[in-house]
């Protein structure tokens, strides 16, 4: 059975930092692209970072780009999200999921799992 659980999240002011961890159960994760998405109240999901099998090919979205970092450890079996210079905008519940390929992608159908979330709260 595949569980992904993340952790985490919190309550942090705008400027501030936060490191999000993802750890993948029942998956040979060094074959699995990875993401992190997020959703905010009244929006749709969207596309945050993603990152391949081995972790050398990485990608953003440009609202995050140069401020959010994605990593992955598969010898613990655990992708990070490493959130610098926070902006409330950035206020969601981020979610990783497992990528049905090497690859990550921007598409959400594409990720054959999913965790619960965490929630990340910027105040201003």
């Known amino acids: 059975q595949v569980q992904l659980v993340e952790s985490g999240g919190g309550l942090v002011q705008a400027g501030g930092s936060l490191r999000l961890s993802c750890v993948a159960s029942?998956?040979?994760?060094?074959?699995?692209?990875m993401g992190w998405f997020r959703q905010a109240p009244g929006k749709e999901r969207e596309f945050v970072a993603g990152?391949?099998?081995?972790?050398?090919?990485?990608r953003y979205a440009d609202s995050v780009k140069g401020r959010f970092t994605i990593s992955r450890d598969n010898a613990k079996n655990t992708v990070y999200l490493q959130m610098d210079s926070l902006k409330p905008e950035d206020t969601a519940v981020y979610y990783c999921a497992a990528a049905a390929a090497y690859f990550s992608t921007y598409v959400a159908s594409q990720y054959v799992y999913w965790g619960q979330g965490t929630q990340v709260t910027v105040s201003s």
């Open positions: 990152i391949s099998g081995g972790g050398g090919t990485s």
């Open positions: 029942g998956l040979p994760s060094s074959t699995y692209g």
